[in-house]
Nanobody, 123 residues
Framework: MVHLEASGGGSVQAGGSLTLSCIAS????????CAWLRHGVGKEREGVAAIHPDGTTSYIDSVKGRYTISRDSIKNDLYLQMNSLTPEDTAIYYC?????????????????WGQGTQVTVSS
């Protein structure tokens, strides 16, 4: 059974940086696409960054140039480097994985989910 463990969240001031990690275990050959999604208070959950099976990446416009998603090809662990954080980035961040993903930033495409890690950015 696939298990995803997200960590690395915390509280930072605007302009700061955080790196999120998602440690994968069990049946990692069950998926080939991975993503980070977030859920802010009063907002819908949204995909922010994804890695496609061919290694290409997708980002929502609001994080382009600030976030970088990466994946350890051997361990299948997933990372999200977040720079120049703003209060609008405050949310619970989830890592997710799936197979046969068509829309890589769409939450319903993903089968496996980590438990979420809180990111809080103060102004």
């Amino acid at each position: 059974m696939v298990h995803l463990e997200a960590s690395g969240g915390g509280s930072v001031q605007a302009g700061g940086s955080l790196t999120l990690s998602c440690i994968a275990s069990g049946g990692t050959n069950s998926y080939n696409s991975c993503a980070w999604l977030r859920h802010g208070v009063g907002k819908e959950r949204e995909g922010v960054a994804a890695i496609h099976p061919d290694g290409t990446t997708s980002y929502i416009d609001s994080v382009k140039g600030r976030y970088t998603i990466s994946r350890d090809s051997i361990k299948n662990d997933l990372y999200l480097q977040m720079n120049s954080l703003t209060p609008e980035d405050t949310a619970i961040y989830y890592c997710a994985a799936g197979r046969w993903v068509a829309d890589h930033l769409r939450e319903l495409e993903y089968t496996y989910w980590g438990q979420g890690t809180q990111v809080t950015v103060s102004s």
